[in-house]
């Protein structure tokens, strides 16, 4: 796989590959345009745009011709990078596309000499949970957000423990 920085021109190949992936999630746990509004599942261009806009890099996994997977990466702070938008097409679950995108993030932290990556997801997300666990991400903290109809489970990784 090919792990390249994709530009606004692929913001419509960025918002499909999220939402795509997301999809099956939002019907997990009963996510709908009007109670998630902000749910990935659906991403729009307007939203991959807005996130380059305020300096978050987006990065397309391919395989062959055929992109498959995505993530962002953004560092408003001086010493945390967030990993945004991890997305994989559902036919290419499974197969390690997710976890050379992380890789490529933490890679990324580490040359900006971040001493942490943190990520935000739905805590009632067991699976997603403990295949953070197992990449060495620990349990940060929990936030309720009034906008949302889930408790969001914040997860870091310790860059200098690695």
């Known amino acids: 796989m090919i792990i390249q920085k994709a530009g606004k021109k692929e913001t419509r190949i960025l918002s499909d590959i999220i939402s795509q992936a997301n999809i099956?999630?939002?019907a997990q746990f009963g996510l709908f345009a009007d109670n998630a509004p902000s749910h990935p599942s659906f991403c729009t261009p307007e939203w991959i745009i807005a996130g380059m806009d305020r300096g978050e890099a987006y990065?397309?996994?391919?395989?062959?011709?055929q992109a498959v997977g995505c993530v962002a990466?953004?560092?408003?702070e001086p010493e945390i990078a967030y990993l945004n938008r991890l997305a994989v097409?559902?036919?290419f679950q499974n197969k390690g596309v997710g976890k050379k995108l992380v890789s490529h993030v933490i890679d990324r932290a580490r040359k900006d000499e971040k001493k942490q990556v943190s990520i935000g997801i739905i805590?009632?997300?067991k699976s997603?949970?403990?295949?953070y666990l197992s990449l060495g991400f620990e349990i940060s903290g929990t936030k309720v957000f009034d906008h949302l109809p889930f408790d969001v489970l914040f997860m870091t990784l310790d860059l200098n423990a690695r």
Request: charge should be neutral.
């Open 24 to 26: 099956p999630v939002a």
């Open 59 to 65: 990065f397309l996994g391919q395989m062959g011709d």
């Open 73 to 76: 990466y953004e560092s408003p």
């Open 89 to 91: 097409l559902p036919g």
């Open 123 to 125: 805590k009632a997300h």
């Open 128 to 131: 997603l949970k403990n295949w």
